[in-house]
């Protein structure tokens, strides 16, 4: 159940249209999905609308946040290893440097999210 909602700071260059779809397939590889078992969605900020403390970022830095959402996240090594393929796949598909792409890990979502009516429980 991996669902990804990918926001991408603007760097000037227009998103490709296909960009979401590059970025389902990349993570589901990452995640070893069956078809449309990885989700994503994808939203736009406004380069004016982001910013850092202290004048940063520099002119080029353009980040892409990932909020993740899965049943039951790995822990430990197993985490940082799936955090850094993720991160490679994401920085790949958007093509953008990895230290540009930052990974946020929602809480457990077993037990917590539904779809169509039915707990994810696995």
């Known amino acids: 159940m991996p669902i990804l909602e990918i926001e991408s700071v603007l760097d000037g260059s227009a998103l ?3 960009l979401a779809t590059r970025i389902a397939d990349a ?3 990452v995640f070893d999905s069956s078809p449309q078992e990885t989700w994503v969605r994808l939203s736009t ?6 910013a850092e403390n202290a004048g940063g970022p520099p002119a080029a830095w353009a980040p892409v946040f990932v909020r993740l959402l899965l049943a039951r996240p790995p822990e430990g090594e197993a985490r940082a290893e799936q955090v850094r393929a993720l991160t490679d796949a994401v920085a790949a598909a958007c093509a953008r440097a990895a230290e540009h792409v930052h990974v946020l890990y929602e809480p457990p979502g ?3 999210v539904a779809f169509g009516g039915r707990l994810v429980d696995e």
């Open 16 to 18: 490709a249209a296909d």
């Open 27 to 29: 993570a589901g590889a």
């Open 45 to 50: 900020l406004e380069r004016g609308r982001y």
């Open 110 to 112: 077993a037990g917590r």
